[in-house]
């Protein structure tokens, strides 16, 4: 059969999103199918699967494989993505494998005894090169582990899901300003939204898939934390960094606002009031904090696409590394949120960005020599 060229896979899309502003969502469903197991997915099993196990996680757009070091949150991320591929789109055995053996690799190399957590970076036969630098390898591992049990049955996973979960806690109970956070250092006297945002998502999962009520509490607990405090309501947005005590920290940190990270976070609270059965009115305040943020991160005039990040008063500089950026992620994420938001409001702007976000994506993200997306522009 012969590759479609790039125009047709274009217009393949766009005859999508047009028949989903009818009703009809097949089209487009089988195109992102199409999209996801003919275009993304191939690149990685060109270029990506180590021998010695785990995935190479620093690629070149054309395949090179630019460092053999392997970064734990990508290895977790990827058992997440193998494992809901093998769980929804026909379970395919030979997804189920690949998930298992990046967790096999892992398990083996990746736990760092002394710290009580997964390391940040192994070389490629898994010796650790940075230990427990970032919780959030820790986030990442519970969420694909949790995942890798859903589709397959795993105890095993769910265990060591369980184990890191419990580490992590006793962590997230100290000051949040000692905690382990690369890449983004939390200044001193602060919090980090990305801490209560993830854990809420991944304890909620937890908390569903094994009944433990400990789990469910501290998901409820983190997620009220982002709208009591990073949601500032005389600003109406959410604030990246706030004082350890939910107050004002000092700019240009205490200003730094991350559009797609809080478009981000917004899903993830609706899927955590789905899994709480909390208050109906959080989810519509999700919703509208979607649409609100993606207003201020859109660069209309430069030719659309989230910005990285912006400052809550429109001031410089920036309290946040590449904010002028657009990396492909915030753009994801936005899509992601878009067509939820639409599948459970029929708002019709939700359906409009949508549509806009995928257009800037087909246009510049989509890297249709190679394979898979660009990460940066």
């Not at 230990?131 to 959030?136: A, F, K, N, V």
């Not at 709208?227 to 939910?246: A, C, K, N, Q, S």
Request: aromatic share 12%; glycine share 8%.
């Amino acid at each position: 059969m012969a590759t479609p060229s790039v125009s047709e896979s274009k217009l393949g899309c766009v005859r999508g999103l047009t028949a989903l502003r009818r009703g009809d969502p097949a089209p487009l469903a089988a195109w992102m199918r199409a999209h996801l197991l003919e275009h993304v997915m191939p690149f990685w099993e060109r270029h990506a699967f180590d021998e010695l196990g785990g995935l190479a996680t620093c690629i070149a757009d054309n395949g090179r494989v630019l460092s053999g070091d392997k970064w734990l949150w990508s290895q977790w991320r990827a058992v997440w993505v193998f494992s809901r591929i093998h769980r929804s789109l026909g379970h395919d055995p030979r997804w189920r494998e690949r998930a298992r053996r990046v967790i096999d690799f892992c398990a083996r190399t990746g736990w760092d005894e002394k710290a009580g957590g997964w390391a940040l970076l192994l070389d490629r036969s898994g010796r650790i090169l940075r230990g427990q630098e970032s919780i959030y390898s820790d986030g990442f591992a519970i969420y694909g582990l949790v995942e890798f049990h859903q589709a397959t049955g795993d105890r095993a996973a769910l265990e060591l899901a369980v184990k890191t979960a419990d580490a992590a806690l006793r962590q997230l109970a100290g000051p949040y300003d000692r905690i382990p956070h690369f890449p983004y250092p939390i200044p001193p006297g602060a919090k980090p939204h990305g801490l209560p945002m993830m854990f809420a998502l991944i304890l909620a999962e937890l908390g569903a898939v094994t009944g433990n009520p400990r789990y469910r509490s501290a998901a409820a607990a983190f997620a009220d934390e982002v709208f009591r405090d990073f949601y500032r309501r005389d600003r109406d947005l959410v604030l990246e960094f706030v004082g350890t005590d939910g107050s004002e920290y000092p700019r240009p940190q205490g200003t730094a606002v991350v559009p797609g990270h809080v478009i981000e976070d917004m899903w993830f609270q609706v899927h955590v009031c789905d899994l709480l059965r909390r208050d109906p009115a959080r989810l519509a305040e999700a919703f509208r904090l979607t649409l609100r943020h993606l207003e201020l991160g859109w660069d209309s005039a430069r030719g659309g696409g989230l910005l990285l990040a912006v400052d809550a008063d429109g001031r410089e500089p920036v309290g946040w590394k590449f904010a002028d950026s657009k990396l492909w992620w915030p753009q994801t994420e936005a899509l992601y949120a878009t067509l939820l938001g639409w599948e459970r409001t029929r708002q019709p702007e939700f359906l409009d960005w949508y549509e806009r976000v995928w257009q800037v994506c087909l246009d510049h993200f989509v890297d249709w020599q190679h394979g898979e997306w660009r990460q940066k522009l």
